[in-house]
Structure formats: C-alpha cells, structure tokens
C-alpha cells in the first residue's frame, strides 16, 4: 500500500487482502482508531486476525500452492517449495502501514505455533494437491508428493522431541490413504481431517506456546524472507 495524493492505493505485492480476506465490510470498521471495540467488531463483520493463525496462514498456502495439474506438467512453478511460515511471515508481510511503521516481530512463544501450524498446513496442502493428481508422470505429482512427505518428516521430528496430540492423530489419518494418482475423494477426506487437527491444535495450545520451547532449534536460524518496509 502506498499514500496517493492523500488516498491509499494498492501497488503490487502481497495487499491487505491478500491474508485478511475481502475488506469492503470491515475496512472502515478496523480503521476508526478512536473505537476501543473496532477490532472485534472488525472480525464480526467477517476480517481474518493474526489471532486466528490457521485462518490467516491458509491464504498464504493457497497462493504458494498451485495445485494445477496441466500447467505445473507444462512447466509453471508448482508453488514456493521453500515457503516456511515463521519465516515468511516475519519478513516483509510483517504490516507496512500508511505512516511507515511496522509491527515489531511476532514474539518467540507465538513462532513455536506458527512453526507447527505451518508444518501441519505443508501436509494439508500436499495432500490436496495430490488428490488433484491424475498421473505419477510430470513434474506436478512429484513436486507434490514431495511438499507432503518433507512436511511428513518435519513432523515426525517434532514428535521426537514434544507432545502434541494432534500430530498423532495426522499420522493416524495418512495411515489410512494412499498417496497415489486418481485418489481425489480419499485425499481431499484426509485432508480436511488434517486441517481440522490444526483448529484443534490452535484451539489447545493458544496462550501457551511455552510449552513448546523444544521446537526453538527447528527455526530459530532461520532468517526473515525479506525486509519490513513503510508504506
């Protein structure tokens, strides 16, 4: 976004929108500063919060997954295969508002829910993509299947060294499918269970990602993807 002759404009990048949802029903209510209740009513009126992780980190996996089949094959980008959340989403995405200010980082306690929220989402949206497979030829079902199996073994490390109960329940439910072509029904099934395990991991663990310090090494080097900058 960017201030012209004294009126937001949107210029190219990642907009508002982009992780919030559309804004024609709560812009005007999220910006009246002067209202102490403009967030929550910002929300009723249908804006997608940071306090909603899963929510706002589903747009970012919808756009960096391109689960097309016929244009992935013909040589288009299958999506960003290093896209991480905790990272991405503490670089540039961080808010560039009107007046040139940015949010300060996400504190460490809420990265540890990131960073699991993201892995859980690179199996959900691996799984989807797969189920749009219909052949094992081609660049698309391997780039996909690998987005699935990296964030297999990403979890499982996690396990190693945490307890979440949701991520058993993952495991149970690819326990149950077969990562193959022509799969549709059965992987788009598993996958809504798997980001149903998400809202329920949020859901359990909002407020105490001090129990999860153990995750810390996982990402802790990982550096911002780009630069937070002012409108």
């Not at 937001?8 to 209740?37: F, M, R, T, V, Y």
């Not at 077969?178 to 359990?204: C, R, Y």
Request: glycine share 10%.
């Amino acid at each position: 976004m960017k201030e012209e002759r004294g009126k937001p404009k949107a210029i190219s990048g990642i907009s508002c929108e982009s992780c919030h949802g559309a804004a024609k029903e709560w812009k005007d209510l999220h910006n009246k500063q002067a209202d102490p209740n403009r967030f929550k009513k910002a929300e009723a009126a249908g804006m997608l919060r940071p306090t909603h992780v899963y929510l706002v980190a589903e747009n970012c996996y919808n756009c960096h997954t391109v689960p097309n089949e016929a244009l992935v094959n013909s040589g288009h980008k299958a999506g960003s295969a290093d896209f991480e959340l905790v990272s991405w989403s503490q670089g540039e995405v961080r808010h560039n508002f009107l007046d040139g200010s940015v949010n300060k980082p996400s504190p460490i306690e809420r990265r540890r829910i990131m960073f699991v929220v993201g892995s859980m989402l690179n199996l959900e949206y691996g799984l989807r993509g797969v189920a749009k497979a219909t052949t094992a030829k081609g660049r698309y079902f391997k780039a996909m299947k690998t987005r699935l199996y990296k964030a297999v073994g990403t979890l499982g490390k996690v396990k190693k060294v945490v307890k979440i109960p949701q991520i058993d329940k993952l495991f149970k439910i690819l326990g149950g499918v077969k990562v193959e072509p022509n799969k549709h029904d059965e992987l788009m099934a598993a996958s809504t269970k798997v980001g149903w395990a998400i809202q329920e991991f949020v859901k359990e663990f909002e407020g105490k990602g001090g129990q999860l310090s153990a995750l810390d090494s996982f990402f802790k080097n990982l550096k911002p993807k780009g630069t937070p900058h002012g409108g």
